[in-house]
C-alpha cells in the first residue's frame, strides 16, 4: 500500500458553494457586484455558483479570481450538475412563497402558456431570469421576469 499515492478526496460542488458564500461574506460582496465579475448575470451567477448549473470556463475563472478560491474549483464550477432538490415543500418563507405562486397560479400559466403556444412546455434550460425592484407607495415590489423557449411536445 506504500506505493500508492495518497488520494485527495475530490471537491464537490457543495464544497465550492460553500467557498463562494464565505468568500462573499469575507469580502462583503453583493451577487450583483459578483456578477459583474464573472460577465454574468446574478441569477445565473447565484445558480452557477452554487452548483444548479455549470459555468462558462471564462467565468469560472473570473469568480474563482474574484473570490480568491483554488483554482480547482474551476472545474468544480464547470462540471455538468445533477439537479436533485428535496421533494419537500421547502419551510424558508421566500421559497414556499414560490412554491405557492406555482400551486396556485400553475394550472392558470400552463393554460395559458398552451393556448397561445400550443400543446408543449416553457424550457428551464433556453432560460433567462431577471429579478428587479419595483417601488411603489403601498410598498415596494419584487419583479420576477421569466422567458424561456418554447418546446412544443413531438408526436411519435
Known amino acids: 500500500m506504500k506505493d500508492r499515492p495518497h488520494l485527495e478526496p475530490m471537491m464537490t460542488k457543495d464544497d465550492v458553494a460553500g467557498m463562494v458564500l464565505a468568500a462573499k461574506k469575507r469580502l462583503g460582496l453583493s451577487w450583483v457586484a459578483i456578477a459583474e465579475k464573472t460577465g454574468l448575470s446574478p441569477v445565473f451567477t447565484h445558480s452557477g455558483a452554487m452548483g444548479l448549473?455549470?459555468?462558462p470556463e471564462d467565468a469560472a475563472k473570473k469568480l474563482v479570481a474574484a473570490l480568491g478560491l483554488p483554482q480547482e474549483a474551476v472545474d468544480v464550477l464547470m462540471e455538468y450538475p445533477?439537479?436533485?432538490w428535496e421533494q419537500a415543500v421547502?419551510?424558508?418563507?421566500c421559497i414556499y412563497r414560490l412554491y405557492e405562486i406555482v400551486g396556485v397560479y400553475g394550472p392558470t400559466m400552463k393554460?395559458?402558456?398552451?393556448e397561445e403556444f400550443g400543446d408543449g412546455i416553457m424550457s428551464a434550460i433556453d432560460?433567462?431570469?431577471v429579478i428587479s425592484r419595483v417601488e411603489s407607495p403601498k410598498g415596494?415590489?419584487?419583479?420576477?421576469e421569466m422567458t424561456g423557449k418554447f418546446l412544443k411536445y413531438n408526436s411519435w
Open 111 to 114: 393554460a395559458i402558456i398552451q
Open 90 to 93: 421547502p419551510t424558508d418563507p
Open 82 to 84: 445533477t439537479k436533485i
Open 127 to 129: 432560460f433567462d431570469m
Open 53 to 55: 448549473n455549470s459555468m
Open 140 to 144: 415596494d415590489r419584487v419583479k420576477v
